[in-house]
């Protein structure tokens, strides 16, 4: 009958696909395919290779389905949306849930099946039909299984089967940073919890060690692994719902100091729903004040190697409370300013809601508004509004984690957490972070200051944060965090005056590293007018802050593109009597032709510009100095230099807009290699977690659509309910499931960029500690110097293996799509051959073994001929899921294209 | 997933410390060049997509130290190249000289049917240049290979160098294919294609009525 249009089409359509398998017979959805063996036909149908269905046992109940699961989501890119268990369990499977699964395979793979209806078929079908009319559909009832994570019943639009477990979509997520985890980058860590790859990467940054990689990229629903449970976090977080909006971000910010968890939950949550961009570069506010304090107190980098590790130790025990309590504060008075602004925005929600969001997703928000205010109507809402706050936790997390390096993590969820042993974590985060963080983090603050669609962000900057909060601000407030490091930074510079020393101690950070060379090599910076060269009296007197103070003010103006920085000089630059000293020395350079020692190199070119810049300076010697320079120096070393210039300058101008922190540099530390980045992480965060709306409100549609499916089959009145609605519903929900689906592998997408990001930035932040560990004079050296060093090239190599495989995962998809392709290709020639050959005989023989493209326009003439009576409402469904289904198909031309 | 390119070739840069390795995929990937040496540390590899006869070609390139402590590190990409590139630096004759030992070692590690080219960089130094052109194509004409003299600086020959690398893997990997399918089945992915766009629109769309 035409009410079973659709799920009778589907059985129809899989039986043909399973004709070539003699013994597997479909006779309904339900129990036909309980053994697995239906959807393994289903399977060989399209990939022969791929199952052999002689060695399938029928009763096997478990292992057929396992294996037909797993192939399909592993090659065929399906969804495991059923459970093995649930099959073996049941004597009568679900049958809504074997119609949604069958429904994605007809989403995905149908167009490559032949759609001719034979004649015999035709005949059978309305036998069949007319057969089963007479009874209601029921679906099985089935207790909807539970949540591994959270306990609560799962629908079918949220399913998600991870290692043999099913968790709701959303409740699937990294435990450290509770970002959403895809299927594909999810990380089985210490047996029982999962991370993010990001986490996973931190996790591994903080000890240089290799991790066990457990199918680090590939992980689908059928591995071996170990659930987690979140259900404490999602029940604590359901609480502050109930309040109302504005309020609850000032309960937000008391409870935050009892469980910070809970609290980026709320808010969050709230501004998940409406203020995404705001929240965004607000967490990235926090991110980047908390990282900035966290800059000004991991300051060892400054003490000499000898030193280092001793006050390494001592910091770090410091440091992470000192970062927690700091951290708090910052965060306080944010989510006071937050409030502020949130109260104000709060008019505007709607206008951003319509701008930001397609029909569909204002839908979502609008329920998810009407959930949060009143949330006693529908259980189901309650448990949805559930995931919805842990989503925003997700959001947070993710936000905040793609806003930041890596290291950056273990600040902003350790002193929340605390639990985490922290010496490891400042350790690495000392060495590593600083030089590069700064880098970044202007990077960041410019581009959170240009794309922010706000105005409240640069408002937050300049007027509303205090001065006393604002680390940028104050020298006194770093020097107080660390004022022992401070001293003794100052003391190797001085003391080095008089060494022998071939290069200075190692600076604190490249912005003051860069801007000194550049001062120096400002003289041989055709642009630079002799009259501002640093005074070579102030340097003479060996007065270093002065003269670095100075030496900064006289080269600000010059540089393109640098903003004025910090006069924190303590160390300065070589001094000419340091350059008069060593000018004898550099006759020797022992570094001419290794090219290996590219620090000496470095550290030549820098001694060669300060000579050029002190030329004037120092009468007698400079003509001296002037010819030695050549001399010694191979050509490389003077391409070096002059390369040297253009790279630091280019260094400072990408830079610009950095704060100098810390006692000024000797050195040119080898600058960091900036990383291109191909979508910026805020513009990333938005479109994932725009995907993520989306699809939460495909998923609430869904759960409602099978509420009401299963209450009309199970309830009371199930014998009077018109079947036709029954079948509209489920007609719907298949979609849904399929379009959520479709935003699923977009957020694959997008998930690939982000880790490929990331794992780039990580690599440059590597190499850059790799090279200022080179950059240091081997007498310096120290064993423990080199060991680290061993450490972290073998973590470069792993970075760039990881980069590798991401690339291969993305291949390999690619590959399939194309088989996927192909095969539509194929058929399609194939049809193209059996028309022509039909063309000449007139005999109706199906040729259903060779897979053919469906010819679904003579189907619907057959199927309309067949069917008689038409309900309008049928129609209209048919419409309607038929301009569906063409936009997607036409977005599937577009990205065959 | 959006399919944004139909062939996924890599590559490996190979050659002595300070050759122009990484200058050369600099200037390739992101059109820009460092004066300044820095040394590569152990491996790193760049991505660029090229359009080759209406193809999208993603071009994966490693980029090796030739630091010889890092030689155990980047011998193991070796294998799953499809080209090689052994770059010298034609200011700089020993280079030149050890192509011969990069060419043994390619040879030892690598797969046996990879596409090789030689490479000589800094073209552009003429003053300090100690190997002649005719030398380096000599040398290529030796070892049956392509010969190409670069400069990453002037940004010379460095596109067309990968270009032309990477058509000569393309034509391989197609006369491959060739081979395997039969001659029949060729004709038929001619039909295919030309039908494809065709074909395309209104099975897509006659696909939609069933639900």
Redesign the interface.
């Known amino acids: 009958m035409s009410e079973r249009?659709?799920t009778k089409?589907?059985e129809l359509?899989c039986k043909r696909l399973v004709k070539d398998c003699p013994e597997v017979h479909i006779d309904n959805m339900t129990t036909s395919w309980r053994n697995g063996i239906a959807f393994c036909a289903l399977v060989h149908h399209f990939r022969p290779d791929l199952i052999d269905m002689s060695k399938l046992n029928p009763e096997n109940i478990y292992e057929n389905n396992k294996l037909a699961y797993s192939v399909a989501e592993k090659h065929l890119g399906i969804p495991a949306l059923l459970d093995p268990e649930d099959m073996v369990e049941n004597d009568v499977p679900d049958r809504l849930s074997i119609l949604t699964y069958l429904?994605q395979f007809?989403q995905r793979l149908?167009?490559t099946v032949n759609?001719k209806v034979s004649e015999s078929e035709s005949k059978v079908s309305p036998q069949t039909a007319s057969a089963e009319s007479s009874a209601p559909i029921r679906f099985g009832k089935t207790g909807l299984d539970k949540c591994a994570a959270c306990g609560l019943p799962v629908y079918l639009a949220q399913r998600l089967l991870v290692s043999h477990k099913l968790y709701h979509r959303r409740c699937f997520r990294c435990s450290k940073c509770s970002g959403h985890l895809n299927p594909k980058n999810f990380e089985i860590v210490e047996g029982s919890e999962f991370t993010c790859d990001s986490c996973k990467n931190e996790k591994t940054l903080s000890k240089y060690l290799n991790n066990n990689d457990h199918d680090q990229m590939g992980m689908l629903a059928f591995t071996d692994t170990v659930n987690e449970t979140k259900s404490v976090s999602n029940e604590e977080s359901v609480i502050p719902i109930n309040k109302p909006r504005p309020q609850s971000i000032l309960d937000k910010i008391n409870m935050f100091e009892k469980n910070i968890e809970k609290d980026t939950n709320i808010e969050y949550k709230i501004s998940n729903i409406s203020l995404k961009d705001n929240s965004i570069s607000k967490s990235e506010e926090l991110s980047t004040t908390s990282r900035s304090h966290c800059e000004a107190d991991t300051q060892p980098e400054l003490i000499s190697t000898t030193t280092k590790m001793e006050d390494e130790k001592i910091l770090s025990n410091n440091i992470p409370e000192k970062v927690y309590k700091s951290n708090m504060e910052k965060y306080n008075f944010l989510q006071t300013q937050l409030a502020e602004d949130i109260r104000n925005d709060d008019n505007t929600i709607e206008t951003v809601d319509v701008i930001k969001t397609s029909n569909k997703d204002k839908d979502c928000v609008n329920t998810i508004d009407h959930n949060t205010i009143s949330v006693e109507d529908i259980n189901d809402a309650s448990s949805s509004v559930h995931k919805e706050t842990s989503n925003v936790t997700d959001d947070n997390r993710i936000a905040n984690s793609s806003s930041t390096v890596l290291e950056q993590h273990p600040e902003i969820e350790r002193p929340p957490e605390i639990q985490q042993p922290t010496e490891t974590l400042a350790d690495p985060e000392i060495s590593i972070s600083v030089p590069p963080r700064r880098k970044k983090q202007n990077a960041l603050e410019k581009a959170l200051a240009s794309a922010m669609k706000k105005e409240q962000e640069s408002k937050l900057d300049s007027k509303e944060y205090p001065d006393h909060l604002n680390p940028f601000s104050d020298d006194d407030e770093e020097e107080e965090v660390a004022p022992s490091t401070k001293k003794v930074s100052t003391n190797p510079f001085g003391s080095s005056d008089e060494e022998d020393d071939d290069v200075p101690p190692i600076p604190q950070a490249p912005k003051p590293e860069t801007t000194t060379p550049v001062k120096r090599l400002i003289a041989v910076n055709p642009f630079w007018s002799d009259g501002e060269e640093p005074s070579s009296d102030e340097e003479e007197t060996h007065n270093n802050s002065s003269m670095y103070r100075s030496s900064m003010a006289t080269s600000t103006p010059n540089l393109p593109g640098s903003t004025p920085r910090r006069k924190k000089g303590k160390a300065p630059p070589p001094p000419p009597a340091i350059s008069i000293t060593e000018a004898p020395r550099l006759q020797n350079p022992t570094l001419t032709n290794s090219?290996?020692d590219?620090a000496s190199?470095?550290s030549l070119s820098s001694y060669n510009s300060t000579i050029n810049s002190d030329q004037k300076s120092i009468g007698k010697s400079t003509p001296t100095l002037k010819k030695r320079r050549p001399a010694p120096t191979p050509?490389?070393s003077l391409?070096?230099l002059?390369?040297?210039c253009?790279?630091l300058e280019?260094g400072i101008n990408n830079s610009g807009g950095r704060k100098t922190k810390g006692p000024a540099p000797g050195l040119p530390l080898?600058e960091r290699r900036e990383v291109?980045l191909q979508m910026s992480p805020e513009e990333l965060q938005v479109q994932l977690d725009l995907l993520e709306t989306q699809q939460l409100g495909l998923e609430r549609q869904g759960v409602l659509i099978e509420r009401m499916i299963r209450d009309k089959c199970e309830g009371d009145e199930a014998e009077t309910v018109p079947q036709e609605e029954v079948e509209d519903l489920v007609?719907q929900l298949?979609?849904l499931v399929n379009e959520k689906n479709d935003l699923f592998?977009k957020q694959?997408?997008l998930m690939y960029i982000r880790r490929q990001q990331r794992l780039e930035q990580e690599?440059a932040d590597i190499?850059h500690e790799?090279?200022v560990i080179q950059s240091r004079p081997a007498v310096n050296r120290i064993d423990a110097d080199k060991a680290r060093e061993e450490k972290l090239?073998l973590r470069?190599?792993e970075i760039?293996r990881m980069?590798?495989e991401l690339?291969q995962q993305?291949?390999a998809?690619?590959r399939r799509?194309?088989q996927e392709d192909l095969a539509?290709?194929?058929s399609?020639?194939n049809k193209?051959a059996q028309r022509n050959s039909e063309s000449n005989s007139s005999s109706m023989k199906s040729v259903e073994v060779i897979p053919t493209?469906?010819?679904?326009?003579v189907?619907?003439k057959v199927k309309k001929q067949l069917k008689k009576a038409k309900h309008t409402l049928i129609s209209k469904k048919?419409e309607d899921?038929?301009?569906r289904?063409?936009e997607k198909?036409?977005d599937?031309?577009k990205?065959?294209k | 997933?959006?399919?944004?390119?139909d062939y996924?070739f890599k590559l490996l840069l190979i050659g002595d410390?300070?050759v122009g390795k990484t200058s050369i995929l600099f200037r390739f990937s992101?059109d820009a060049f460092?004066?300044?040496?820095?040394?590569t540390?152990?491996?790193?590899?760049k991505?660029r997509t090229i359009d080759l006869d209406g193809k999208k070609v993603?071009l994966?390139i490693w980029d090796t130290a030739g630091?010889e402590?890092f030689r155990t590190?980047t011998t193991a990409y070796y294998r799953g190249s499809m080209g090689i590139m052994l770059v010298y630096d034609v200011t700089n004759e020993k280079s030149f000289e050890n192509i011969k030992n990069w060419i043994r070692n390619i040879e030892e590690n690598a797969s046996a049917d990879v596409e090789k080219m030689i490479l000589g960089n800094k073209c552009d130094l003429e003053a300090?240049r100690q190997v002649s052109k005719e030398r380096g194509e000599q040398l290529a004409v030796e070892y049956q290979i392509k010969f190409i003299e670069t400069s990453a600086k002037d940004s010379l020959n460095v596109e067309s160098a990968f270009y032309t690398l990477a058509r000569d893997i393309k034509a391989k990997m197609e006369k491959k294919q060739e081979a395997s399918n039969p001659a029949g089945a060729r004709s038929?992915?001619h039909?295919?294609r030309a039908?494809?766009q065709q074909?395309?629109?209104t099975?897509?769309?006659?696909?939609?009525?069933?639900?």
Not at chain 1, 853 to 857: H, Q, T, V
Not at chain 2, 1 to 5: E, G, L, N, V
């Open positions: 249009r659709g089409a589907l359509w429904s007809y149908g167009h759609a090219m290996d590219v190199i470095s050509p490389d391409s070096t002059s390369g040297g253009g790279s280019k080898p291109k007609i298949c979609e592998r694959t997408e690599q190499e790799i090279r090239v470069l190599v760039v980069r590798d690339v993305i291949d998809e690619r799509e194309r539509i290709a194929a399609i020639a193209r493209p469906k010819k679904s326009k189907k619907d048919k899921s038929s301009d289904k063409e198909e036409k599937k031309e990205r065959v | 997933m959006a399919k944004t390119y996924l410390s300070g992101e460092n004066i300044s040496f820095i040394s540390i152990g491996i790193d590899f991505i993603k994966q630091q402590r590190i300090k038929g992915a039909q295919i039908n494809e074909r395309k629109p099975s897509w769309l006659s696909r939609c009525s069933l639900l």
